[in-house]
């Protein structure tokens, strides 16, 4: 079970491009990187998920270096809603290991 | 559909009572989970199951916690007794399986139970 390292919180203003990396020396081969999204009072919500190199949807980008023992999420031009927990998991699920979540990155955007 | 359905939203109750937590999960999702989140602990996974089959409760902190899956629709999360200490927000999620590979699947939550334990 890969353990994940992020930094506890991020401080950030709207309009600005906010990166956030979790490290994750232990991922094994068939691993997946997943990143969700937490406001207070609802339950995690899913953001973007790869394996390698670079995956973009219409919310985030994700980085993956090649050797996969870290990611970064990148959020391009962040506002006031984007305040929230950021959670980076890591896991195989297809091989019965637990998704167990890290203790995340608060981001405050502030205007 | 209407997403992972959780309920009760808020219980409040005294040490020593049963609390039963329920959850409806997406249709055909094969994977469900019961997460705990406390300010000290984070999100804590408790147990999860994979066709209605529990799979992993190592995160089940104690005896007086039991959780079930009687059917692919329903699952209960009950502790027994209560104790002040096991207030938190108690989360359901589910999971299906994207191009016969679990692990490249989301997780859906539910909004939680929030439970208070005077």
């Known amino acids: 079970l890969a353990k994940t390292t992020q930094p506890i919180s991020m401080d950030s203003y709207e309009g600005q491009e906010v990166n956030i990396t979790c490290s994750h020396n232990?991922?094994?081969?068939?691993?997946?990187i997943t990143w969700y999204q937490q406001f207070p009072s609802q339950g995690p919500r899913f953001i973007i998920q790869?394996?390698?190199t670079k995956v973009t949807n219409e919310v985030a980008s994700l980085f993956i270096p090649a050797d996969r023992k870290s990611s970064t999420l990148s959020l391009p031009r962040v506002s006031l809603s984007d305040t929230a927990v950021y959670y980076c998991?890591?896991?195989?699920?297809?091989?019965?290991?637990?998704?167990?979540f890290g203790t995340g990155t608060r981001l405050l955007v502030s205007p | 559909d209407a997403g992972v359905i959780q309920s009760p939203r808020h219980e409040v109750t005294e040490m020593g009572q049963e609390v039963t937590l329920r959850c409806k999960p997406i249709s055909g999702h094969d994977y469900l989970f019961w997460y705990r989140q406390t300010m000290m602990r984070g999100l804590e996974l408790l147990i999860y199951?994979?066709?209605?089959?529990?799979?992993?409760d190592s995160g089940m902190p104690e005896d007086r916690f039991s959780a079930k899956m009687p059917n692919a629709s329903f699952s209960t999360l009950k502790i027994q007794p209560s104790e002040p200490r096991d207030s938190a927000v108690y989360f359901c999620a589910t999971l299906a399986m994207v191009r016969g590979r679990a692990n490249t699947g989301e997780l859906f939550f539910g909004e939680g139970s929030r439970l208070t334990v005077l």
């Open positions: 199951f994979n066709n209605n089959v529990p799979i992993d």
């Open positions: 998991l890591v896991g195989d699920i297809g091989g019965f290991q637990k998704l167990v």
């Open positions: 790869g394996y390698k």
């Open positions: 232990n991922i094994a081969t068939n691993d997946y």
